[in-house]
Antibody
Framework: QGQLVQSGVEVKKPGASVTVSCKAS????????VSWVRQAPGQGLEWMGW????????KYGQKFQGRVTMTTDRSTSTAYMDLKSLMSDDTAVYYC???????????????WGQGTLVTVSS | SYELIQPPSVSVSPGQTATITCSGD??????AYWYQQKPGQVPLLLIS???ERSSGIPERFTGSSSGTTVTLTISGAQPEDEADYYC??????????FGGGTKLTVL
């Protein structure tokens, strides 16, 4: 059974950057990709972008282009999401989810990390 | 930007059939996926590619598609089915989009 374990709670000031990690286990990391999805308090799910752990291809949501960077470390089966220039409305729970390995982010997300709360406050 | 439209809320009595719709112009050309999210929990994949039920998901959950609308049907809804439900699909450029979510109340 696949599992994704994310890094812990983050508290950041406006203008700062945050990095969230997502360590995969129980499946062949490079056969899949990882999408990042966030959920603001009391709100719905918002897709941020996707990275292929197979070949490093990325596709970022238009809202986040220029502000987000997604990477993977195949040696440790870990995906990373960097978000810069944080604002208060970036306060949310950030999830990683296992998705398609190549060809783009459209497909099922069958394993999800536990979520990482990122709070942006002065 | 592309949107998937879901009703904000649906309410049924236990044992009744709950129907949750998701509408979007690209749905005739893009598969839809359905997730259940209970309070404090991570999303759970219910349905893939419009109609394929995930392993371990009760048979009362079914997905269907017709034109620009996909539908999640819960036949004989149970109190434990109370949750938020989200559809997921993509626009014509393959940017993933989630619907706004539907809160299902069973009482």
């Amino acid at each position: 059974q696949g599992q994704l374990v994310q890094s812990g709670v983050e508290v950041k000031k406006p203008g700062a950057s945050v990095t969230v990690s997502c360590k995969a286990s129980g499946y062949t990391f490079t056969n899949y990709g990882v999408s990042w999805v966030r959920q603001a308090p009391g709100q719905g799910l918002e897709w941020m972008g996707w990275i292929s752990a197979y070949n490093g291809d990325t596709k970022y949501g238009q809202k986040f282009q220029g502000r987000v960077t997604m990477t993977t470390d195949r040696s440790t089966s870990t995906a990373y999401m960097d978000l810069k220039s944080l604002m208060s409305d970036d306060t949310a729970v950030y999830y990683c989810a296992r998705g398609p390995g190549e060809g783009g982010p459209t497909g099922r997300y069958d394993y999800w990390g536990q979520g990482t709360l990122v709070t942006v406050s002065s | 930007s592309y949107e998937l439209i879901q009703p904000p809320s649906v309410s049924v009595s236990p044992g009744q059939t709950a129907t949750i719709t998701c509408s979007g112009d690209a749905l005739p050309n893009q598969y839809a996926y359905w997730y259940q999210q209970k309070p404090g929990q991570v999303p759970l994949l219910l349905i893939s590619k419009d109609t394929e039920r995930s392993s371990g998901i009760p048979e009362r959950f079914t997905g269907s598609s017709s034109g620009t609308t996909v539908t999640l049907t819960i036949s004989g809804a149970q109190p434990e089915d109370e949750a938020d439900y989200y559809c997921q699909s993509a626009d014509i450029s393959n940017y993933v989009v989630f619907g706004g979510g539907t809160k299902l109340t069973v009482l």
